[in-house]
Nanobody
């Protein structure tokens, strides 16, 4: 059983930064890609960023490109999402998820294990 636990959410003013972390259980963490998704109230869950199993490939939603950076540390079983220049429209619950393949995907259906989410609120 894989467990994913997000942390690092909170309240920040527009223009500020937050760093989210996703900690995963299991000894095969380095086999799988990890994605970050978010869901705002009344909206569908949307892709934010993803990183391949070895960290060599990353992908971002257009809305966060240039502001967010995804990284991973396979020795620590963690994936971080550095979020800079935050905007009120970034307000959402952020989820990390595991994809049972080495490559990334934009589609939530491609991911099989999900964390419980962490709230990010950006005030204007």
């Amino acid at each position: 059983q894989v467990q994913l636990v997000e942390s690092g959410g909170g309240l920040v003013q527009a223009g500020g930064s937050l760093r989210l972390s996703c900690a995963a259980s299991g000894r095969t963490f380095n086999y799988y890609s990890i994605g970050w998704f978010r869901q705002a109230p009344g909206k569908e869950r949307e892709f934010v960023a993803a990183i391949s199993s070895n960290g060599g490939s990353t992908s971002y939603a257009d809305s966060v490109k240039g502001r967010f950076t995804i990284s991973r540390d396979n020795a620590k079983n963690t994936v971080d999402l550095q979020m800079n220049s935050l905007k009120p429209e970034d307000t959402a619950v952020y989820y990390c998820a595991r994809r049972r393949y080495s490559g990334t995907s934009y589609y939530s259906s491609a991911y099989d294990y999900w964390g419980q989410g962490t709230q990010v609120t950006v005030s204007s």
